[in-house]
């Protein structure tokens, strides 16, 4: 499941980089990147980052392709009974099966997680970076580290979250094969 996200990340990482720069500059605008913002373009915002994440779902699901995923979704909603029932069963038996497969996978996800972003936080620690970014007018001259933490968030550990959580459905409902070592 790992290996499948780091794939799916760097395959479609022009994709992923152009859906979630919106959330990215949303995020980083919101926590003081350009100084203070009213409360109407807070809530704008919101709303961007809120469908700019939404919009990575769908596309992630479409595997890179946002109306395939639609399409996929909207299939969801056509399915029977019969078949639903069918996908729950499917999703408890390779939960009994492969439960601790999916708690390594996790593990080290967390651990991958907690790395990446332990550097991105010491990146936008560094007085140097920062005030780099405030002499070339990317930062508002008051801005904290905060703007840059987000930007660089969105643009890393949130999509391959949403990412490696698909990859766990996927191999859930039985459409991501393991290979046997």
Known sequence: MLKWSFQFYLTHLWIIAAICLFASVGRAIQMGAIGEISSGWYTTLEVIVALSR???????????????????????????KEEREDGWRTIVDRLKAYWLMILWNCLLFGLLAFLINFLIGYLASMPEVLGLLKDNNILHE?????PMVFFLKNLTVIPFTLIFEYSIFLFLINRMCIQKK
């Open 54 to 80: 939404l919009t990575l779902l769908v596309a992630v699901i479409g595997k890179g392709k946002i109306l395939q995923g639609f399409r996929k979704i909207r299939n969801v909603f056509r399915s029977t």
């Open 142 to 146: 008051n801005a904290t580290q905060t």
